[in-house]
């Protein structure tokens, strides 16, 4: 880094530093009243950095600290939270979650948003921050693309990816090999995202450097200067907006804009068509018959490249965390994979893995320990009477533009309704009866994640073939038990993810279950 961005750089802390104090002085102590005003119990917040200082500081991470705060409060429906110098309302409640995300959702249909949407439209304006009609709009556009027929479809697709990258893993495994696992796992799901998105074919494993990796990897590392600029877009938008701040470059719009474009150009020159979402924006007409623009394509575009590349891998990380450190789940997972590969004659289907019952259950208890949405937020747009807290207090009177979060860890490690919440426990989820108000990794109500679905078939998928072709085991920088980094606003461990994979033993092993062999000349065997 040269002496001249050093110098830019602390002079952007500076302004940042001081710009901050002075929004501070002027707007924090018209806010710091409004809970005690409404009655609403909270902890005292600290000028300007409201109750995030532990979290800017990094003494814990913004997960633990949503989970002690959901713990503290543990008498009441909601409680307040300060989120720099924004009030939030924390619901705790199931039926008050239900009622805000699912019966009252008309209250409630925006996320709040982080960043300025003509200055950064790759995250101000694809459908996660769309607002109101426009939202409505384009989630009706975009549905069609994760529907059972259209992930049937694609299924093949990721299939061809999870044979090739789990088959380059075992080869390497056979002469030892400590994995950073997210690293292979965002290789994975780039080459699955470049083939059912863009028709592109990635061997991210054999061509590492390839350009649409490196283009993921460098473009979406979401550390601690991310989150910083994600806080500051959040509380400060005006300060945002004067200093320019942005999450992705204006070069990472242009690289994703031409990658849209060509794609396009080529399937119209070409009369190529394939079942995917940019096969489906390209179809797609509004109540008007108006045509999707290339940049409005690839703004939607965007926000799944960034969840299937970060959030998809995140979430994979865990999975195979939790089946690497408990042997048990991994031998019964194993047995249910070899049956069905055995029922499907080496040729699973999407009915067949969909179908999976141990294997969605060590999933839904990976996404109940470790939810990716560390939490979920709604904006009140028109008035809004929520219930009182406890039996004796009374009821709030929510004002447009007011935040309510949800935070999922709680719910999620409440012994109220998960005993032993810390214990990692499929069976917890193989009888259907865990309400979904009280287990919301991907959210809930008309907001859910749309591409929740395609997110888990392609995880189920990967780990369909990983663990017939290899053991997972924790190695000595494996973090055991636990520990969550607090550089970044995602859960993650603290020390990265690592494990060992070692290939199974052909003969007495493998070979007596029906596990997956390959040939010199890459045959399919059932052996």
């Given at each position: 880094?040269?002496?001249?961005?050093?110098?830019?750089?602390?002079?952007?802390?500076?302004?940042?530093?001081?710009?901050?104090?002075?929004?501070?002085?002027?707007?924090?102590?018209?806010?710091?009243?409004?809970?005690?005003?409404?009655?609403?119990?909270?902890?005292?917040?600290l000028p300007i950095l409201g109750n995030m200082a532990s979290v800017v500081?990094?003494?814990?991470?913004?997960?633990?600290?949503?989970?002690?705060?959901?713990?503290?409060?543990?008498?009441?429906?909601?409680?307040?939270?300060?989120?720099?110098?924004?009030?939030?309302?924390?619901?705790?409640?199931?039926?008050?979650?239900?009622?805000?995300?699912?019966?009252?959702?008309?209250?409630?249909?925006?996320?709040?948003?982080?960043?300025?949407?003509?200055?950064?439209?790759?995250?101000?304006?694809?459908?996660?921050?769309?607002?109101?009609?426009?939202?409505?709009?384009?989630?009706?556009?975009?549905?069609?693309?994760?529907?059972?027929?259209?992930?049937?479809?694609?299924?093949?697709?990721?299939?061809?990816?999870?044979?090739?990258?789990?088959?380059?893993?075992?080869?390497?495994?056979?002469?030892?090999?400590?994995?950073?696992?997210?690293?292979?796992?965002?290789?994975?799901?780039?080459?699955?995202?470049?083939?059912?998105?863009?028709?592109?074919?990635?061997?991210?494993?054999?061509?590492?450097?390839?350009?649409?990796?490196?283009?993921?990897?460098?473009?979406?590392?979401?550390?601690?200067?991310?989150?910083?600029?994600?806080?500051?877009?959040?509380?400060?938008?005006?300060?945002?907006?004067?200093?320019?701040?942005?999450?992705?470059?204006?070069?990472?719009?242009?690289?994703?804009?031409?990658?849209?474009?060509?794609?396009?150009?080529?399937?119209?020159?070409?009369?190529?068509?394939?079942?995917?979402?940019?096969?489906?924006?390209?179809?797609?007409?509004?109540?008007?018959?108006?045509?999707?623009?290339?940049?409005?394509?690839?703004?939607?575009?965007?926000?799944?490249?960034?969840?299937?590349?970060?959030?998809?891998?995140?979430?994979?990380?865990?999975?195979?965390?939790?089946?690497?450190?408990?042997?048990?789940?991994?031998?019964?997972?194993?047995?249910?994979?070899?049956?069905?590969?055995?029922?499907?004659?080496?040729?699973?289907?999407?009915?067949?893995?969909?179908?999976?019952?141990?294997?969605?259950?060590?999933?839904?208890?990976?996404?109940?320990?470790?939810?990716?949405?560390?939490?979920?937020?709604?904006?009140?747009?028109?008035?809004?009477?929520?219930?009182?807290?406890?039996?004796?207090?009374?009821?709030?009177?929510?004002?447009?533009?007011?935040?309510?979060?949800?935070?999922?860890?709680?719910?999620?490690?409440?012994?109220?309704?998960?005993?032993?919440?810390?214990?990692?426990?499929?069976?917890?989820?193989?009888?259907?009866?865990?309400?979904?108000?009280?287990?919301?990794?991907?959210?809930?109500?008309?907001?859910?994640?749309?591409?929740?679905?395609?997110?888990?078939?392609?995880?189920?998928?990967?780990?369909?073939?990983?663990?017939?072709?290899?053991?997972?085991?924790?190695?000595?920088?494996?973090?055991?038990?636990?520990?969550?980094?607090?550089?970044?606003?995602?859960?993650?461990?603290?020390?990265?993810?690592?494990?060992?994979?070692?290939?199974?033993?052909?003969?007495?092993?493998?070979?007596?279950?029906?596990?997956?062999?390959?040939?010199?000349n890459g045959t399919s065997l059932i052996t």
């Amino acid at each position: 880094m040269s002496v001249l961005n050093i110098i830019e750089i602390n002079m952007f802390t500076a302004i940042l530093i001081l710009l901050t104090v002075f929004l501070g002085i002027l707007l924090l102590w018209k806010r710091e009243n409004r809970f005690e005003k409404l009655g609403i119990a909270h902890v005292s917040p600290l000028p300007i950095l409201g109750n995030m200082a532990s979290v800017v500081f990094q003494r814990t991470s913004m997960s633990e600290y949503l989970e002690a705060t959901y713990k503290q409060f543990s008498d009441r429906t909601y409680c307040g939270i300060y989120n720099f110098i924004t009030p939030v309302i924390m619901i705790r409640d199931p039926e008050l979650i239900t009622s805000i995300a699912i019966k009252n959702f008309d209250y409630f249909t925006d996320h709040r948003g982080f960043v300025n949407a003509d200055l950064d439209p790759l995250m101000g304006k694809n459908l996660f921050a769309l607002k109101g009609d426009h939202w409505r709009e384009m989630r009706k556009l975009l549905s069609p693309a994760f529907t059972s027929a259209k992930l049937k479809a694609m299924f093949n697709l990721i299939i061809e990816c999870a044979d090739t990258f789990t088959e380059h893993v075992a080869m390497e495994s056979k002469a030892g090999k400590i994995y950073n696992l997210k690293d292979i796992f965002g290789r994975y799901t780039t080459d699955v995202i470049a083939t059912t998105s863009f028709g592109i074919s990635v061997n991210s494993m054999k061509n590492r450097e390839n350009e649409f990796f490196v283009f993921a990897k460098e473009t979406m590392n979401l550390g601690t200067i991310v989150s910083l600029k994600m806080m500051i877009g959040m509380n400060f938008p005006n300060l945002s907006r004067l200093l320019g701040i942005r999450i992705f470059s204006e070069k990472a719009r242009r690289y994703f804009t031409n990658v849209v474009t060509e794609t396009v150009q080529m399937r119209k020159e070409k009369g190529i068509y394939r079942p995917d979402m940019i096969q489906l924006m390209m179809e797609s007409r509004d109540t008007n018959g108006r045509e999707l623009t290339i940049d409005e394509m690839t703004n939607q575009a965007f926000v799944f490249f960034l969840a299937g590349y970060d959030t998809s891998s995140n979430v994979m990380c865990f999975i195979a965390h939790e089946i690497a450190a408990n042997p048990d789940v991994q031998a019964k997972l194993l047995a249910e994979i070899e049956d069905v590969f055995k029922k499907t004659n080496g040729k699973p289907t999407y009915e067949a893995i969909k179908n999976m019952a141990y294997m969605e259950a060590v999933f839904n208890e990976t996404n109940r320990l470790y939810p990716v949405a560390v939490f979920l937020d709604r904006v009140c747009i028109k008035e809004f009477e929520l219930p009182p807290a406890t039996p004796d207090s009374k009821p709030v009177l929510m004002k447009p533009g007011d935040n309510v979060w949800i935070a999922p860890i709680g719910l999620h490690r409440d012994p109220k309704y998960f005993p032993e919440p810390l214990k990692f426990d499929p069976d917890r989820f193989l009888n259907n009866d865990i309400p979904q108000n009280i287990f919301v990794p991907f959210g809930l109500g008309p907001r859910v994640c749309i591409g929740n679905r395609f997110a888990l078939m392609e995880a189920k998928i990967l780990f369909f073939y990983l663990l017939l072709r290899c053991r997972i085991e924790p190695c000595a920088k494996t973090t055991l038990p636990m520990k969550f980094t607090r550089k970044t606003i995602p859960l993650a461990a603290k020390n990265g993810f690592w494990l060992n994979f070692k290939p199974r033993v052909y003969g007495s092993e493998s070979r007596a279950n029906g596990a997956l062999d390959k040939t010199s000349n890459g045959t399919s065997l059932i052996t």
